[in-house]
């Protein structure tokens, strides 16, 4: 199977992929816009499915003047070095994954967050800005609302030799991100963990990388 065969069943990431916060690791492929089910750990392959680049057609973003900030802020492009595809796809992935049930009335907001912020390529961030789900925010969300609940998002390296290797204006990275919530009444529930594979794009050599692209597992 090819690195490009499987994510154009998820060009709108978490909005889309997370939104509903289901209950166990989904094998078939979600209708766009649609959540797939809560994931299990699934082990790193180090082969994809990397995804495709986002259309170069976006979609029209939305408003989203009121989101927000959630509890200890997101990185910004700024706080790496941009030409490391590597440090990019971290800092890109810790914002997407970073919630505020105080603040988020869903995972979209992250989405949207994560797009303002500049991490992503033109044509993404419009497809985060404008992602929806039919689903409401889900029984885990709820949960975490709660306990007023915020998340952590730790990241584990998971690149094997058969990743495709970088050219000098795509590269492609694997992770393992477990997501911690945690209540600010002293609670703290199960991580959510997935493994996600991500494609970075950029003009030119030297230019700074985006991400343009994500499949989750």
Not at 46 to 54: K, T
Not at 152 to 164: I, K, M, N, V
Not at 179 to 203: I, M, N
């Amino acid at each position: 199977m090819t690195p490009r065969c499987i994510a154009r069943a998820l060009p709108l990431v978490l909005a889309a992929v997370l939104a509903a916060g289901c209950t166990s690791s989904s094998s078939s492929e979600p209708a766009a816009g649609a959540p797939p089910a809560e994931p299990k750990s699934p082990a790193p392959t180090g082969v994809g499915p990397y995804p495709e680049p986002a259309s170069p057609t976006p979609a029209p973003a939305r408003s989203h003047a009121r989101i927000q900030q959630p509890h200890g802020g997101i990185p910004s492009p700024a706080s790496v070095d941009q030409t490391d595809a590597g440090a990019v796809s971290r800092g890109a992935l810790t914002a997407l994954m970073t919630y505020d049930t105080t603040t988020d009335d869903s995972r979209t907001e992250a989405s949207i967050r994560t797009a303002d912020a500049g991490w992503c390529t033109p044509a993404y961030a419009a497809q985060l800005r404008s992602a929806t789900t039919h689903a409401g925010p889900g029984a885990t969300w709820a949960t975490w609302a709660q306990h007023r609940a915020y998340t952590t998002a730790a990241l584990t390296a998971a690149d094997e030799a058969g990743r495709p290797a970088d050219t000098p204006t795509t590269a492609y990275r694997q992770w393992i991100v477990a997501v911690t919530p945690h209540g600010r009444d002293g609670w703290k529930g199960p991580a959510e963990e997935y493994t996600a594979f991500v494609e970075l794009t950029r003009a030119q050599a030297g230019a700074p990388w985006r991400l343009s692209s994500l499949s989750l597992q």
